[in-house]
C-alpha cells in the first residue's frame, strides 16, 4: 500500500516537473533532439530563447497566446540548432576548423567597429546573462559555419554571364566617362605673391618623395586640407577648364602645377576608372547580388540533403 502511494507520488511530481517546465522552458538538464551521434541539450535550446523569453513574457498576450507563440519560436530555434549540428558535422569530415586565434582577431574587429573596450562587451554580455566564454564558443561555432556554407554552397553558385548582362540592363545605369581620382594642394589666388616662395617649398618636398597628403596637409589652403587635398573622384566636365585639360596629359602618379581663376594648384591624379574598369566592378556587383538571390535558395536545399540523410529525433 505504502509502496503504491509513494509510486504515485513520484508519478505526479515528474508530471508536475514536465508540465512546469514545458510552459516557458524551465526543464531541467536533459535531451531536446539527436542529430545523428550528438545531442543537443534543452540547456542549449533555453540559451538560445532567453532573448525571446523576455519579450514574451512581458507582452500583452494572454497565457495562452505565450503558450503558443514561445513554442512556436522555441521549434523554429531548436529546427535552427539541427541545421547548425548537421553543418558543422559535414565540416568536420572534410577537416574545416577555425582557430582560437581566428575568434580573437574577429572579436577585435567587432570591438573596432563599434567602438568598446573588451571590459564593455562583457559587461554588455553580462547583462543578457551571457558568459564571455560561452559568447566565445558560439561565436566560433558561427565563424566555422559561415566558413563551411560559404565554402560549399556560396562559392558553387555560378550564374551565366547572359543572366549577369541581363541582370545589369535591368537594374544599373550605366556611365560611360572615366572619372579621376585627384588630390590638390591649393594656393589660393589672394594671396599668391606672399605664396610664392611655399609654393617652391611644397614641390620641393614631393620632389624628395614626401607623401602628397602630408604637404598638402601643412600647405593648401583648399577645402580638403584635413584630409590631405584628397577631392576623390570627378568626370572632366565637372572640373575647371584648366583641370580637366591637364588631366589629359598625365599618367597615373602624375604632378602637375595648373593656374586657374581661383590660384595655383598642385595636383597629383590617383586613379583613373574607365568605362572598361567601371564595367567590371559593375559586372562583379551584379554577380554578387544574384548569388545572394540564389543563396537562400541553395542553401534550403543543401539543408534539406543533409536532413534526408541524417538520424533526427527531436524529444520535445
Not at 540547456?43 to 505565450?66: A, M, Q, R
Not at 597628403?213 to 587635398?229: I, L, N, R, T, W
Not at 577648364?241 to 596629359?249: G, Y
Request: hydrophobic share 40%; net charge positive.
Amino acid at each position: 500500500m505504502k509502496k503504491s502511494l509513494l509510486i504515485k507520488l513520484f508519478l505526479l511530481l515528474i508530471i508536475e516537473v514536465v508540465l512546469c517546465n514545458i510552459s516557458y522552458g524551465k526543464i531541467v538538464d536533459g535531451i531536446a533532439a539527436i542529430v545523428n551521434n550528438e545531442v543537443i541539450t534543452i540547456s542549449e535550446l533555453n540559451d538560445k530563447l532567453k532573448p525571446y523569453k523576455e519579450k514574451i513574457l512581458s507582452s500583452n498576450l494572454s497565457p495562452k497566446e505565450k503558450e503558443k507563440e514561445f513554442i512556436k519560436i522555441r521549434n523554429k530555434i531548436l529546427d535552427k540548432l539541427i541545421d547548425d549540428t548537421l553543418i558543422l558535422q559535414f565540416g568536420k569530415k572534410l577537416g574545416y576548423n577555425v582557430s582560437d586565434e581566428e575568434v580573437d582577431e574577429v572579436i577585435k574587429n567587432i570591438l573596432r567597429k563599434n567602438g568598446i573596450t573588451i571590459e564593455q562587451l562583457k559587461e554588455a554580455l553580462e547583462e543578457n546573462g551571457i558568459s564571455f566564454k560561452s559568447y566565445k564558443e558560439n561565436l566560433k561555432k558561427e565563424i566555422l559555419i559561415a566558413r563551411i556554407v560559404n565554402s560549399y554552397v556560396r562559392k558553387n553558385i555560378k550564374i551565366p554571364k547572359a543572366e549577369i548582362d541581363k541582370y545589369i540592363k535591368e537594374n544599373f545605369k550605366i556611365d560611360e566617362e572615366a572619372e579621376y581620382h585627384i588630390q590638390q594642394i591649393l594656393f589660393l589666388k589672394r594671396n599668391l605673391d606672399k605664396d610664392k616662395e611655399k609654393i617652391q617649398d611644397a614641390l620641393n618636398l614631393l620632389k624628395q618623395k614626401v607623401p602628397f597628403s602630408e604637404v598638402a596637409k601643412k600647405f593648401s589652403e583648399g577645402p580638403f586640407k584635413d584630409q590631405g587635398g584628397d577631392l576623390g573622384y570627378f568626370k572632366k566636365k565637372d572640373l575647371l577648364p584648366e583641370i580637366a585639360e591637364a588631366l589629359t596629359k598625365m599618367k597615373i602618379g602624375d604632378i602637375k602645377v595648373v593656374k586657374t581663376k581661383l590660384g595655383v594648384h598642385i595636383i597629383k591624379l590617383v586613379d583613373i576608372k574607365s568605362k572598361k574598369q567601371k564595367m567590371s566592378l559593375i559586372m562583379k556587383k551584379a554577380e554578387e547580388e544574384l548569388k545572394d538571390k540564389k543563396f537562400s535558395q541553395k542553401l534550403q536545399e543543401w539543408i534539406k540533403e543533409l536532413r534526408k540523410n541524417a538520424l533526427i529525433i527531436k524529444k520535445i
